[in-house]
Each structure stands twice: as structure tokens, then as C-alpha cells.
């Protein structure tokens, strides 16, 4: 290669990694991974980056019209705060003339739909994007993929009737640079970023899902079967130039940053975030107005008993729910802590196939743990089960796809089908009892060895084919508790102390691991909760942990557990409690069964021995579109003791961190949560808030017309882009009816200001998400300030809650909403 054309190779590397900076990572739908699909826009003004992501993806960016109103006629814009905040941007109209200003400014949008020759590229290029990156569910694979998608492709594109020409590959350039070289080449390269931007666009979802892939050194895919974005550009472009498609397909003249008016107009804030920035405001004064500001030293609310068992939630939404029963049913304490319970894992199940990270994407595994039977006699039991049912699969599965048998088997199998789908169809809950049955005679594999955690256990073999350490040191064990025991402020521990995971249970749905946690990259987090009870149970750890100074009671045990989040049923992973605690447990089993009916009625509006039926309805039935809700309603991050909001129905919409300020003074516990916890729920807030806001662009529309592909995700109809939100049914009661409330992150801070001032001015990209709009706001509640709450203004500025409310009366007359209210459901 000349120097030449290094160079040339150079400058279209750069530009791909420029167009790719705005384009969202999708991961696979089987570990889905909520994310902000804006997330390449988060260093600009969250106004301007929903203008600009408007231009390049068609979406947007804030609630319908329809549902301000709606907001607003139900009283959930308080009519005082909407007033305050026209008033501050110079607005002086009243409320019902603006909400018909938004109505007919949506009428006006610009829905211009592509031209036919680009459309056509789309769906030539989407068919070999679903074959080439096929992860198992294909009988008959797409060849010659190990060479890369663009040599995969000169190969079929010959074959395909859908591109005219060329009847031979020597007509096509060799290389996927060479294809992009000889598309680019009569641009100006400053044009070079911006045409391959819009190309990437055009396809987000399958776009987005090869830019995640690429970026995993693990995928296993990956490595046997290479795509790049240079590969995808590079058959798009060639696809452009055979089917008379533009390549520089947005020369609108357009500015950079998506608008087309001056400067000024850019800056100026859109009249839809001052009615959404007035509903989050009313939102988070009705938060605040049930925090307790009593709760000063949370080592002084409580009333000096020990309580009888301990529980540890992951922060999801749904874990609020269940906790407040768990509390009402006896003295029991509730905490939360991240899903992964603070263990960078990579998790091998005891039957798994392959391995599953076990801790959310922006943090890097460390350890390789792989479940080991503790009981080798159930172990050998299980797998005579679990062997029989995986040949049977097998059999079956080579039957249904193979030429020959294929229709001999429909013929003799089709009346025992036919029965199994009736009785699925009209009788779920039957059949879900009679699975359970079954599950009840096979050994349960829910323990784990103690050797699965220990790194010495592992012997030279086991590290042949991966790069992780296996198991964990003793200092890695001992952090790993100190850790979890610092950042939820404990004192003291009870008899029983619960690590509980969760995960979901729903029959055909393709979305159900956008219903496990979160916090576990979409998988369950039972595992990292037995890791982190076998670790706490280690007599040496414990030691250790003594002689840092936890007051480790000789008789506290530690246990996991898992919450099923669409029945509410908590199973207990108590095989290693020992006899001395079996009265504790059993009341323990009494008092989980009451906080799940309790539970259930709340959420199905059912009594609760019908509610409880109700639910183990909808996780056995396979043609349930809403097994539950998953996290969607989530509006609020609230990072302190439980005993601020404790007593308080925060109606599932909150996340719940536990932390005690007063055993952090160098505020490294929380420095942790507001770098960790507290960006990923912004990705779940912002992917839960743009599905909703227009579910076409970033959701992926009713599931009644999706079909899945690959093993990788969903497309709508037989074809197109890979989609890359969540479904309508994950959001709206009806076609009518919202559930979510698209409304952006309030967070809560039980802490000194200096602290989390200091936090922000170390971490410019949290900052960033606040200033910018990304996180809608942040309250500090001051400990040291007799719990005064502030206010972020940016630039490490604070308003204290005091001045917002002399400032909101200094105003003029108030607006006021409709004086019969619509409810909003």
C-alpha cells in the first residue's frame, strides 16, 4: 500500500468513527441492555440534541401534545409551578391557548417519508444483515461468513434478484475500502463524515447492534463471524450505487446540529420542555413533600431492636413495591443495593451453554464463576433429567427442519400439537401447574459450591478458553462484603440476612429479557446474589471482616434469594441454613407469602387470593401481551436511608439506593453510586422516556406485528430494521391509554451538599448529564443543614428549595387547570 492510500484508508476510518459517534449500541435482545438511544448526543443541550437527533432519525423528542394535555386536565402539572415556569422564559399566554399552539405546530411536522430507491436499499440490505448475523436460529446459514460480511455478500449478491447486476463479483471492488473509496470519491472528504452518518442512520437498529457487537472482545460471534461498520457502509453504498439510490442523501443544507434556523433559535427552549420541565418540577415537589426530614443520623431513627431478617433489593422499581409489604408483615429491614450486588462477574450456569456477563455494560467483568453442584448425588440426578429433555429438543427440532421428515412428522405429530396449543391457549394456568409439578421431581440446582467462588479450586484447564480469573481471592471476597456493608450503612446485622436477585417469568415473548435485571446486563440476578451470600458465609471472610471492625454477629446467616417480578413470589436458596435458624425460616416463608399477595392485589387491583392467581396467570399464558410491567412509570432515583421514604407508597416509580452518610466521611460510597447506579438508571429513564415519546423512532411498536430474528432481536412485518426499544405494550394500557409517564430522572440525595458538590466537579460526564438535561434534576437533601433541600442550577451551583418558593410567589396570578380533572390512569 502507497503512502497514498494509507492515508486515504486513514481519513475513512476517521470518518466512520465520526459518523458512528451519534449512533446508539443495541444489544441482543436475549441480554437487552436499556440504554438512552440519544446516548451519542448526551454532550449537547438535551433542546438541541432531540432537534438535532429529529433531523437524523425522524423521531420526536418530547410527549404528544394529546398527552400534555392530559397531564395537565388530571392535575399532574401543578397549575402553580406550569405558571412559574412560562413566567421564567417570558411567557405570559395561558395554558389552554399554548396547548393549542403544540397541536397545531404536530399538525405542521415534516413526515417526509425517504424515496423508493433508498427504501429499497434499506430492505436488500436488512435481508443479508438478518442472514449474516444470525446467532443460531437459521437451519440453512448464509455462507462463507467467516470471511466478513462485505466478502459474504459479494458471494450471494450475484444470486439475488432483487439487485440488478452484477452478474459477476469481479465487477465490484475486492474490499470493503475499496467499495467505500470508490463511493466517497467524487465527495469533498469534509463531506465524507456526514454522508456515512446518514447512511448509518438510515438502519439504526441494525447499525447501532454491529457497533455494540464490534466493541465486545468477548463476543464469540463476533470473532467467528467479523462485520464491521466499514463492512455495512461498504455494502450500502454499493447497494446505493446498483439500485440509483443517492449517496449523499441528506444535502439539505441542514447545520450540524440538526436545526435550520439561526443560532439564537437553537438556544432558545422549545415550548414542549417548558411544559415538560413544569410537569417534572410538579413531580418532584410531590416527592419531596413525603420525604421524612426528621431523618437527620439514620443510625438514630431506629428503636434499637434487632430485626428479625434483613432483605437486599436490587434498586429496580419493582423492588419498592414488594419491599413496603415485606416491612408491613413483620420486623423486617429493607435495603437496596444494585442488582449485581457489586460482583463484576461473568456468569457459567450450571446447564448454560455459554457464559452471560452478570453486571451492567459500563462496568467490565472480573471474575468467571461457574455453578458447581454442591450435592453430587442431586447433580447426577438432574443432569439424567436435564439430558433426556435436551435430546428430546434435539430429536424434535431435526424432525420439524429436515427436508425428508418434515412433513411426516406434522402428519403424526399434529394431533398431539394441536392438543398441547388448545389446552396452552384456553387453560394457561393448568399448564403452568403441571410444569411446576414437573420441576418439583427434579433436583433443584439453586446452591452453589463454595468452590465456585474460590480461585484456588480452579485447576489449569479451566482457564484454557477464556481471559477472566476464575473464582475470587480472599482479598477480593473480604472487598466485595466490605463493599456491599459500607454502601448500604450497616451497623448491625439481623439472624437472617436475604440477598435477593430478580427476574422475570412470561411465556412467549421475546422481550423477556428486558424484564430481568438491569443491573445484570437483562439476565437474572440470582447468581450474583448466591455469590455474594457464599462470600459473606466464608468463616474466613467473616474473620476478616471482624477485624476491620463489622460487628458480624456469630449467629447472622446469610442467604439469596430471587424475586419474581411478575408473580412477586421470593424463592429462598436456603439449602445451607442450618437447623438452629429453620423456625426463623419458616416464619420468614410465612410472612414472603403474605408481602406477595399483598403485593399482587396492589398491582392487578384483585383481592389478593385472586390477584395471586391472576399473576401466575399472566406469566404462564403465551398469549399475554403485559405480564407485568417491568420498570416502566420510573421517574425517580432516591439515594439515602430507607427511613426516608419509609411508610411512604411511592407507587413503584422510584429507585431505591440505600446509603447513611454518616459512615462514608470521605464520600467514596457515593461517589460509587452517583458514577454507577445512578448513570444506568438515567439509560433505563431516557430508553423508557423516547419509547414512549415516539415509539416508531426508538421503541419497536406492538409486538402483535413483530417477528423475531436471528436471535438477535425483533423486526416489525418480515423484514427492515432491527428494532430497537421497547414494545407499545411495555408502555401503554390500550391503544389509547398511557402507563408511563414519559417524564425524565428526578434524583434525590440524602447527603452534605460539599460532598456531592465535590462528586460532580471530579466527574464532568455526570455533570454533563445534568447541565445538559439529561438527568431532569437534582435534590440534595442536607443532613447538616437540618435536611434543607437544594436544588442543582449548574456550573456546581445550588438554589435551596426555600427560594424556588419565594420566588414562585413573587409571580402573577396563577394559571389553573380544568376544575374537573380527567383521570389519567
Not at 480 to 505: D, I, N
Request: contains cysteine; glycine residues 8%.
Amino acid at each position: 500500500m502507497t503512502r497514498k492510500e494509507s492515508d486515504h484508508t486513514r481519513r475513512i476510518a476517521e470518518s466512520i468513527d465520526r459518523a458512528a459517534e451519534r449512533i446508539g449500541s443495541v444489544w441482543p435482545l436475549h441480554s437487552f441492555v436499556t440504554a438512552n438511544p440519544l446516548s451519542g448526543f448526551e454532550d449537547e443541550p438535551f433542546h438541541r440534541a432531540v432537534a438535532a437527533a429529529e433531523d437524523l432519525f425522524g423521531g420526536r423528542g418530547y410527549p404528544h401534545p394529546s398527552v400534555f394535555r392530559r397531564a395537565w386536565e388530571s392535575g399532574r402539572i401543578d397549575a402553580d409551578t406550569l405558571r412559574a415556569e412560562l413566567a421564567a422564559h417570558g411567557i405570559d399566554r395561558d395554558p389552554e391557548t399554548l396547548l393549542e399552539e403544540l397541536a397545531d405546530a404536530e399538525a405542521d411536522r415534516d413526515t417526509t417519508d425517504p424515496d423508493e430507491a433508498t427504501e429499497a436499499v434499506d430492505r436488500v440490505l436488512s435481508k443479508w444483515l438478518a442472514a449474516f448475523l444470525d446467532e443460531g436460529r437459521a437451519t440453512w446459514q448464509m455462507p462463507n461468513r467467516e470471511a466478513g460480511f462485505y466478502r459474504a455478500w459479494l458471494v450471494v449478491a450475484p444470486h439475488d434478484g432483487d439487485v440488478p447486476g452484477p452478474a459477476d463479483t469481479d465487477d465490484l471492488p475486492e474490499t470493503a475500502i475499496d467499495a467505500l473509496e470508490s463511493a466517497l470519491g467524487e465527495y469533498p472528504q469534509e463531506r465524507w463524515a456526514d454522508i456515512l452518518e446518514a447512511h448509518l442512520a438510515a438502519l439504526p437498529g441494525w447499525s447501532g447492534f454491529i457497533k455494540q457487537r464490534t466493541g465486545d472482545d468477548t463476543d464469540p460471534w463476533q470473532e467467528q463471524y467479523p462485520i464491521t461498520l466499514a463492512q455495512y457502509l461498504a455494502v450500502r453504498l454499493t447497494l446505493s450505487d446498483l439500485l440509483d439510490a443517492p449517496i449523499d442523501i441528506d444535502a439539505d443544507g441542514t447545520n450540524d446540529d440538526g436545526t435550520n434556523g439561526d443560532a439564537d433559535d437553537a438556544d432558545e427552549v422549545p415550548l414542549p420542555e417548558i411544559w415538560l420541565t413544569a410537569w417534572e418540577k410538579s413531580y418532584r415537589e410531590r416527592l419531596l413533600a413525603g420525604i421524612d426530614d426528621s431523618v437527620i443520623d439514620p443510625a438514630d431513627t431506629g428503636n434499637g431492636d434487632r430485626p428479625s431478617a434483613q432483605f437486599v433489593f436490587c434498586i429496580d422499581t419493582r423492588s419498592e413495591v414488594i419491599r413496603r409489604h415485606i416491612e408491613a408483615h413483620g420486623p423486617y429491614e429493607t435495603h437496596g443495593y444494585a442488582g449485581f450486588f457489586g460482583v463484576p462477574m461473568r456468569h457459567r450456569g450450571y446447564e448454560a451453554a455459554a457464559d452471560t456477563d452478570a453486571c451492567p455494560p459500563i462496568v467490565e467483568p472480573e471474575h468467571r464463576i461457574v455453578d458447581r453442584p454442591a450435592d453430587t448425588e442431586s447433580a447426577a440426578a438432574r443432569d439424567r433429567w436435564t439430558g433426556l429433555a435436551t435430546a428430546a429438543r434435539k430429536h424434535f427440532k431435526t424432525l420439524k427442519s429436515n427436508l425428508v421428515a418434515a412433513f411426516t412428522f406434522v402428519e403424526g405429530a399434529g394431533s398431539a400439537y394441536g392438543s398441547a396449543m388448545a389446552a396452552r391457549t384456553l387453560s394457561p394456568s393448568t399448564i403452568a401447574a403441571l410444569e411446576s409439578a414437573i420441576a418439583e421431581r427434579v433436583p433443584s440446582r439453586h446452591e452453589i459450591a463454595a468452590s465456585a467462588i474460590d480461585s484456588d479450586a480452579y485447576d489449569d484447564h479451566d482457564h484454557a478458553d477464556h481471559d477472566l480469573p476464575q473464582g475470587m481471592t480472599h482479598a477480593e471476597k473480604v472487598e466485595y462484603a466490605r463493599t456491599a456493608f459500607e454502601l448500604m450503612g450497616w451497623t448491625e446485622f439481623a439472624r437472617l440476612v436475604v440477598f435477593a436477585g430478580h427476574a422475570s417469568e412470561t411465556t412467549n415473548n421475546p422481550f423477556d429479557s428486558s424484564l430481568d435485571c438491569g443491573a445484570c446486563a437483562g439476565n437474572p440476578g440470582g447468581p450474583n446474589a448466591r455469590v455474594l451470600a457464599a462470600i459473606c458465609n466464608d468463616p474466613d471472610v467473616r474473620a476478616t471482616l471482624r477485624e476491620r471492625g463489622f460487628d458480624l454477629p456469630e449467629d447472622t446467616v446469610f442467604l439469596a434469594a430471587e424475586h419474581n417480578t411478575t408473580t412477586d413470589e421470593i424463592t429462598l436458596f436456603d439449602d445451607g441454613v442450618p437447623e438452629s435458624h429453620r423456625e426463623d425460616l419458616a416464619s420468614l416463608h410465612e410472612d414472603l407469602a403474605r408481602a406477595r399477595a399483598g403485593a399482587a392485589a396492589e398491582r392487578t387491583g384483585e383481592d389478593e387470593d385472586a390477584a395471586v392467581d391472576e399473576v401466575e396467570r399472566k406469566a404462564a399464558d403465551w398469549a399475554e401481551a403485559r405480564p407485568e410491567w417491568g420498570l416502566a412509570g420510573n421517574a425517580s432515583f432516591v439515594i439515602g436511608p430507607r427511613e426516608l421514604t419509609a411508610d411512604r407508597d411511592l407507587d413503584g416509580r422510584a429507585f431505591l439506593h440505600s446509603y447513611d452518610w454518616s459512615v462514608d466521611p470521605d464520600g467514596d460510597a457515593l461517589e460509587a453510586i452517583v458514577t454507577g447506579p445512578l448513570v444506568v438508571t438515567q439509560w433505563i429513564n431516557n430508553q423508557y422516556y423516547f419509547a414512549t415519546v415516539d415509539n416508531a423512532a426508538y421503541g419497536s411498536g406492538s409486538k402483535v406485528t413483530q417477528n423475531p430474528v436471528g436471535n438477535v432481536g425483533v423486526v416489525q412485518g418480515n423484514g427492515g430494521d432491527l428494532l430497537t426499544g421497547l414494545p407499545l405494550q411495555s408502555l401503554k394500557r390500550d391503544d389509547e391509554r398511557p402507563f408511563h409517564q414519559p417524564l425524565r430522572l428526578t434524583a434525590v440525595i440524602h447527603a452534605p451538599l460539599e460532598r456531592v458538590t465535590e462528586i460532580l466537579r471530579e466527574h464532568e460526564d455526570v455533570r454533563e448529564l445534568l447541565e445538559n438535561g439529561w438527568i431532569g434534576d437534582l435534590t440534595v437533601v442536607d443532613p447538616e443543614q437540618d435536611n434543607e433541600a437544594f436544588h442543582y442550577a449548574g456550573e456546581l451551583e445550588w438554589v435551596a428549595d426555600t427560594e424556588l418558593d419565594i420566588e414562585a410567589t413573587t409571580e402573577s396570578e396563577p394559571a389553573t387547570p380544568p376544575a374537573q380533572p380527567v383521570d389519567d390512569d
